[in-house]
């Protein structure tokens, strides 16, 4: 027997919406501009433990919760709309010059996030950030808050220069937008109560399941129970899509029953439910795999620098040491 749901879309309209891309945040002037400078440093031997050790420092003197990626007065639920327009400035070099502005997620624990007890980014993807600003000879960092719904318009306008944000690659993404090698392979994983005793996604037909506003989970997902069978767009088999505009607000609807499952990347599933283990599990198949990846401008100048430079912090141990750093 199905929960009683408040809130759901129906189902019709759920199987007829292709979830794409859009820009809806209001824009924000940048306190720096960005200029570019010269070629890439050359990363030294050392680059991989100095990473990692200001990762450390970073995650030691974060005031937001490493567990959770709140501060303990925060309402969850509006976290991410709160800080969705935040911004700072930090300095990455004394040589450098001009500032790289760079879209991060405000609410995504050990990835970025924003703490509003000092106004200050956090993560793997921030410190990723000052990395390659450093080694390409930029001055400055300046951090903009970006979410599913904004990213793309953010980037579009030039508000950001390019966007480090738990984005996957996608066929349709590099269509507007040039993408580095990736960095990091999460997965697009379905998370459910350990009491509705689903474990894999033949489960899922005839539920009621959560996907985030701005991304292409609810595409994929329906590709993938479509391959094997288990509902097409024309026959739902009684399944509904339910769309919500935050993580937060995704996560406490699976914990109050307003929904069955919720379709989400890897490395977020496991941060924001990590405190939740004793009640909510990940189904044992994945939908897809997600290549976190930077995008730019396509056909920017920008764009080749940052490839180059993921390439050779990804030869060299940087990214590995600094994912560590921050798990």
């Not at 991060?104 to 993807?125: A, I, L, T």
């Not at 339910?242 to 995704?250: G, L």
Request: net charge negative; hydrophobic share 40%.
């Amino acid at each position: 027997m199905h929960r009683i749901r408040k809130a759901i879309l129906p189902a019709a309209i759920a199987a007829a919406a292709l979830l794409v891309l859009t820009g809806c945040g209001a824009s924000r002037n940048a306190s720096e501009t960005a200029a570019s400078s010269g070629s890439s440093a050359d990363v030294s031997s050392d680059a991989a433990s100095a990473a990692a050790s200001d990762a450390s420092g970073s995650a030691a003197t974060a005031s937001v919760s490493a567990e959770t990626g709140f501060s303990a007065d925060e309402n969850i639920e509006s976290y991410a709309t709160t800080y969705a327009d935040e911004e700072s400035v930090v300095t990455v070099s004394s040589s450098g010059k001009g500032t790289l502005k760079v879209g991060v997620r405000p609410d995504v624990s050990s990835w970025s996030y924003y703490s509003p007890d000092n106004h200050q980014f956090y993560g793997m993807e921030v410190d990723l950030a000052k990395q390659i600003a450093g080694d390409l000879g930029y001055a400055k960092v300046n951090f903009k808050a970006v979410v599913p719904t904004t990213r793309e318009q953010k980037l579009s306008s030039g508000e950001v220069d390019c966007i480090i944000a738990c984005y996957s690659i996608t066929a349709e993404r590099q269509k507007l937008f040039d993408f580095t090698p990736a960095y990091y392979t999460a997965h697009l994983e379905v998370v459910v109560e350990k009491s509705t005793l689903f474990t894999q996604l033949s489960d899922l037909p005839g539920n009621n399941i959560g996907i985030i506003s701005g991304t292409d989970t609810q595409d994929l997902l329906m590709q993938k129970m479509s391959s094997l069978n288990l509902l097409s767009k024309d026959d739902l088999k009684g399944t509904v899509f339910t769309q919500f505009d935050t993580y937060e607000e995704a996560t406490n609807m699976l914990e109050t029953d307003e929904i069955d499952a919720l379709c989400v990347d890897s490395a977020i599933a496991q941060k924001y439910l990590k405190n939740a283990v004793d009640t909510i599990t990940v189904m044992s198949d994945y939908v897809s795999d997600e290549p976190y990846g930077i995008a730019s401008v396509k056909g920017s100048e920008l764009s080749g620098r940052l490839a180059e430079e993921v390439t050779r912090l990804t030869k060299d141990g940087t990214i590995d040491s600094l994912i560590t750093a921050w798990k």
